[in-house]
């Protein structure tokens, strides 16, 4: 059993309590809210149904929707392949099945719009989060895909969804634990330097103190 927690909606910080992720996962309850979301053109009208649809936190059980909150980690990482992000791809079934072979691979499943897809990947070690979801993001950039690179949250929602021949491999190993990468340095006059302004680079700075600091204090 994989429990995981379960939220109102997208605009809930608490949750309503907690699911086994296989249920939830092949649950057909919100199947005619997802189809009828398919079918919505309005872009402003598919953001508002989506936003009232139950949605979980795959990445474990949580007293309330962020990082500090997390109970338990439930081992698995999720990662969203958008439509907008790869407009090349019309198809999305055999994307799904070109990734059978991704190490890890837990579940892959069309997203709640069926412009795209979710994967789930099972990872050994939770304190490396981050750089699990970053080595994964880069293997699929290999495969000539583009990740959300929003989904490295660990807290991060899924929102129900529907997908009547999802790739799940219950058993799968998990994926190889990335290699330790030095934190990049804050040296004078460089790129990334105390001048540098680059988000990216301030985000990836913090991620990497905070999975060090969380390895430290255990």
Known sequence: ??????????????????????????????????????????????????????????????????????????????????????????????????????????????????????????????LRHGAYFDSVVRELGRRGLRADLQCRDVSRLRGASWDPSPLFTPGAACYPEPEEEPIPSLSPGGTTGPFCRSPEITRYRVSRLVEWIDRESM
């Not at 919505?40 to 990445?59: G, Q």
Request: aromatic share 8%; with cysteine.
């Open 1 to 126: 059993m994989i429990l995981v927690s379960v939220f109102q909606g997208y605009r809930n910080p608490y949750p309503r309590g907690s699911v086994d992720l296989p249920d939830w996962l092949f649950s057909s309850a919100c199947r005619s809210r997802v189809e009828a979301i398919r079918q919505t053109e309005d872009k402003s009208l598919r953001r508002a149904m989506k936003s009232r649809l139950p949605c979980i936190t795959p990445s474990g059980l949580f007293r309330e929707r962020n990082n500090r909150g997390l109970i338990r980690h439930s081992g698995l990482l999720c990662v969203d392949i958008d439509g907008a992000d790869n407009p090349e791809i019309k198809a999305w079934h055999p994307v799904k099945e070109r990734l059978s072979d991704l190490p890890g691979l837990y579940y892959a499943g069309l997203s709640t719009g069926g412009e795209g897809l979710f994967l789930l990947i099972r990872i050994g070690n939770p």
